[in-house]
């Protein structure tokens, strides 16, 4: 079984197809792989009792799949992080997976997460910090590290999380897997407890490329019950190609110097060489507006965060303070218990850019460099097919190195918040190592370009060969 | 930077109550973003920029006006802290303002 447990899911899939691996096996040995986790990965696991229906013939033939904790399954727990929401069962499924369910992959476990999706590492869940599998000493990243490092440990076969800022692609490159962020719209929001609506989007976090494609096609497309999803123009494909003729990649100056570790900027370099040698066009390019990013999302996140977070006031559901007996004391003291550190952060710093007299210098403003940062891409598309950047600044971080230090946990976002903040596609793919730790490439193109990104990322990808993931040891 | 009183504005209009030792921190910890969020007044003038509220350009989204089965009372309720007379049950709200 550990032989069918270090196949990648699509490979995994196509056995199970040919009728040479058993599903109920499968799902059985990561089930208690996943009961085994030493690394905090998981907030749920799968019962030992009777399997799910597993359908051979089903789109993913039964391959399990790992959800990060804020997608709202229906009666398991679904707690985004927090205490507040300790418990939680919800009474219905999030849309997205309810498409992967539907397309034959049972729901395996849920994942950890740093709470409410606020952070780069994980150390913010309610729940404990997850470990990252490489060292267990150092973060997955964040926030969706739970299934970045269940996919990276071996522990589940492939996963789901949200980026908002770079929720997917920083854990992906951190734990050296694949993470895709498609473009805003293409994924249902629909139950998937928000953070900040205008940025939050789903995606797979996976062992190589083909997976990462299988199940983007798997879990996108419009949604009644998203008035923002928009679906895909056309069906996303396995990815086939294996050179980059024809291609023009973008460097962006202002994400590929200052504030990039050496290391990181070693293998960026090396996998330039290595888009070269495939064929590809790799000239600079400017993103003039990118370096202020960080300043309008660390606006335009918590002061969405802080309208989403209103709900959580202890009247409909999860945790409400004990023994008071006023309201407004019931709401002030079970947000006070409920919610952690980093949320009250970001709930203060979103209230104050909203609030009166600040809003025109912060809020107001922050959506007009997001409209700079936009057209900076849409200036680069005039150029390039792809705009790449290292994924993140350093590699995985030791715990608690960055927790006292709200804005140099915040930097850790500085290569992949342009991309939503402009609603566009990015890949991370792992590009090779530093310091023994994996390091993430990003591939970012223009809205719904997700098809051909995947095939770019798929001739780089089997050209770098990168054999160094945990989970290969099966 | 975010003096005391600031916080503790803001906080209430958070309902969040934080303690002595959560304000002098957010105090210290906001005051050090926001400095490093201010660097966004060196674009200078941006009146001829229009903000981007949403990425993807929808209308408005409608569906035909049919009445469908919503989420039935009894499980809205069943994650409630309390629950009375078919509703959620909250602390009073405390004598009418004079």
Redesign the interface.
């Known amino acids: 079984m550990s032989d069918a447990l270090s196949l990648t899911a699509a490979a995994a899939a196509a056995r199970i197809r040919a009728g040479e691996l058993d599903p109920g096996e499968l799902w059985q040995g990561y089930r208690e792989r996943a009961a085994a986790d030493d690394c905090n990965c998981f907030t749920w696991v799968a019962g030992d009792g009777e399997p799910p229906a597993l359908d051979r013939a089903a789109p993913l033939a039964g391959v399990p799949v790992a959800v990060k904790d804020l997608f709202c399954t229906k009666g398991v727990p679904s707690q985004a992080g927090s205490r507040i929401l300790e418990g939680y069962r919800p009474p219905y499924t999030a849309t997205s997976v309810e498409r992967l369910m539907d397309a034959g992959a049972p729901l395996l476990a849920k994942t950890n997460q740093d709470e409410f999706a606020m952070g780069s590492s994980t150390e913010n869940s309610g729940y404990g910090p997850t470990l990252n599998p490489w060292d267990r000493t150092r973060v997955p990243g964040g926030s969706s590290g739970g299934s970045a490092a269940a996919v990276a440990a071996g522990s589940a076969p492939w996963a789901i999380g949200t980026d908002t800022g770079g929720s997917i692609r920083q854990p992906a490159a951190l734990c050296g897997i694949v993470g895709l962020k498609p473009t805003y719209g293409a994924v249902s929001r629909y139950g998937m407890i928000a953070f900040a609506s205008s940025l939050d989007q789903a995606g797979p976090l996976t062992r190589d490329v083909i997976d990462a494609a299988l199940l983007f096609g798997a879990m996108a497309g419009k949604d009644p019950c998203d008035s923002t999803s928009v679906g895909l123009p056309g069906p996303v494909e396995l990815p086939s190609r294996t050179d980059l003729r024809g291609l023009r990649l973008g460097v962006p100056e202002e994400l590929t110097g200052e504030g990039i570790d050496a290391g990181v900027l070693a293998s960026f370099h090396a996998t330039l060489d290595v888009a070269r040698e495939l064929g590809a066009a790799v000239e600079p390019c400017r993103l003039p507006h990118a370096p202020h990013g960080i300043s309008a999302y660390y606006l335009i996140a918590p002061a969405e965060a802080s309208s989403n977070l209103a709900r959580y006031d202890g009247v409909r559901y999860g945790f409400r303070a004990d023994g008071v007996d006023d309201l407004l004391t019931m709401y002030t003291q079970t947000r006070e218990q409920g919610f952690g550190t980093e949320v009250k952060r970001r709930i203060m710093l979103g209230t104050y850019a909203l609030s009166s007299g600040y809003y025109d210098a912060y809020y107001g403003r922050a959506q007009k460099v997001r409209t700079l940062i936009g057209n900076d891409f849409k200036a680069a598309w005039e150029r390039f097919d792809f705009v790449v950047t290292p994924t993140t600044p350093g590699v995985a971080f030791e715990l608690g190195a960055k927790t006292d230090d709200p804005l140099a946990m915040y930097l850790n976002d500085y290569c992949t918040v342009p991309m939503p903040l402009a609603g566009i596609p990015a890949i991370s793919i792992p590009s090779g190592l530093s310091e023994g730790l994996p390091v993430g490439f990003q591939l970012a193109g223009p809205a719904f370009s997700e098809n051909a990104l995947l095939d770019a990322a798929y001739a780089l990808e089997q050209a770098i060969d990168f054999r160094h993931a945990p989970w290969r040891r099966g | 930077m975010?003096s005391r009183d600031?916080?503790l504005?803001?906080?209430r209009?958070?309902?969040?109550?934080?303690?002595e030792d959560?304000q002098e921190r957010?105090s210290e910890?906001?005051s050090?973003?926001?400095d490093?969020?201010?660097?966004?007044?060196e674009?200078g003038d941006?009146d001829d920029?229009?903000?981007?509220?949403?990425?993807?350009a929808?209308e408005?989204?409608l569906?035909a006006d049919e009445p469908r089965p919503s989420?039935p009372a009894g499980?809205?309720l069943?994650?409630?802290?309390?629950v009375d007379m078919g509703g959620?049950r909250?602390?009073?709200?405390?004598p009418a303002p004079a």
């Open positions: 975010l600031q916080v504005h803001v906080a209009l958070a309902r969040l109550e934080l303690t959560e957010m910890e906001l050090k973003v926001l490093h969020i201010e660097k966004i007044a674009l941006l920029v229009e903000p981007t509220s949403h990425v993807v929808v408005n989204v569906r989420l499980i809205a069943e994650s409630a802290p309390e959620f909250v602390p009073s709200p405390g």
